[in-house]
């Protein structure tokens, strides 16, 4: 697959232990069906410190207290447009979240050459 050099970065903020209707956890769900809708790739990260729009507390990582629902971002490179229709697909399953969109210039996107 080849990127424009002018790419979008798409970033979803949820939590860790967020979940669908159907009990699937969101994050996994998010990235599957990025796969599925043929984007260039996506990425999760697991905060280890922070809170959002719901939070009571801040969620942190401590040795004593290990957090089941720490902050999570999904990042995904690609065009505008291809990010936009993803976005439009999933908005409606994220209950709690915050996504942003924003311009990223892309320097290589390759595959491992065999």
Known sequence: ML????GYLLRIFIGESDRRK??????????????????????????????????????????ERLSEDMPVV???????GNL???????????GAGLATLEKAEVRFYREEKQ
């Open 74 to 80: 999904i990042e995904m490179v690609d065009t505008r």
């Open 3 to 6: 990127l424009q050099k002018e």
């Open 22 to 63: 159907n009990g699937e956890l969101l994050y996994e769900w998010i990235v599957r069906k990025a796969k599925e809708e043929g984007l260039a790739g996506a990425t999760v990260l697991r905060g280890i410190m922070g809170f959002g729009a719901n939070s009571r507390f801040i969620h942190t990582f401590k040795i």
């Open 84 to 94: 936009e229709r993803f976005l439009d697909m999933v908005e409606s399953e994220i």
